[in-house]
């Protein structure tokens, strides 16, 4: 009996033996299959590996381009204003030059008037206030370099746009020494060494920036700022501007 | 009194179109500095300066720093101090005036709210 019973759990240990075998036949193929992607997949890593150490290396490059051309857009900036200042001084000499030239024909003028009133029958006065009177010329002149200033201004708005992208582009150098110190990481883990500091990429980081630096002339955030700043008018203690602002910050 | 202006920002670009926006304006008395610490190094040694325009961004010492630190010194603590900056958003808007600026321009500005700004500072404070 005890024997059947022995006999009974041997053969139902080869059954599971059995069963098994049969498992792992159907299993082989897929390791198999697992074996040889996994032999795929490593030059894919080294291919990764070398992708990212390229990158890397690739990103001090462009932080310092983009560092240059900020630098080099100041520089024109810089150029440019120096040429407006010039523009503009050449203009004040304008402006005075026509107010002299005013001040001296309007003097001519009031002595021609004179001369005409002790001279009443003398033709060449008369010539005289007809040609020297250059008035519209003048208000030409005027107008001209109104127009010219006004320009001159508008150049000098435009220039602050220098600034504006200047913000922009440290903004986006932050974001590419940001990537570069996560896949220098990675970098680092991928060849199991120990993370250092990386001080060579985070060189221009620092310039001060406003990611939401924009260049737009609708005056909406002016309109905000003003109406902000109206509402803090006679405002005197902190509690006070606390109290204020205290709903609308959040 | 005449106004004496200290133009405070880290662009030379933003700060020789300030101060051209001052002088076509009509105001040619003024002094500038690259940032917050360079401007506090000069309102301690020149007490001529009764105006502060400053930038926000700028290293070392922001602008928002400059102004605390300009109103926690009972020497300077009411000097007159505008903001220009790129920064628009309402909770900043809200933190300058929080930290007690007596006005704000968002880039980009034209000379003509800068009077006006000015204007309406002088009209308010004691320069």
Redesign the interface.
Known sequence: MELTNSMEKLFEKLGDLKSFFIYGQKLIPTLQKILNFMQDTVPLLESVNKSIAESTSKIPKATNQLHSVSNAT?LA??EI?DL??GI?NELNSIFSKTSELKNRLQKQKELAEKLKSKYQNDNEIDEFLSYSLFDDELCFVDASSNKIQESI?NI?????????T??QLASVNHLINSIQEKLSGLLLDLNGKERESDKSSSQHE?????E????V?DN???K??DS??AQ??GVKS?KE??QL?SN??E | MALKFLVVDDSVTMRRIVMNSLKQIGHENFVEAADGRDALIKLNSDDSINFIITDWNMPDVSGLELVKQVRANPKTANLPVLMVTTRGMKEDIIEALNAKVNNYIVKPFTPQVLREKIEQIISTVNV
């Open positions: 100041e900036t810089t204003l407006v200042d503009s201004m000098t708005i435009a220039l602050q746009v220098q600034d504006i200047a913000q620092s310039i001060t920036f406003n939401n630096a924009r260049y002339k909406q955030s002016q905000l700022a902000l700043v803090t008018n902190q501007i606390d602002f609308k910050n």
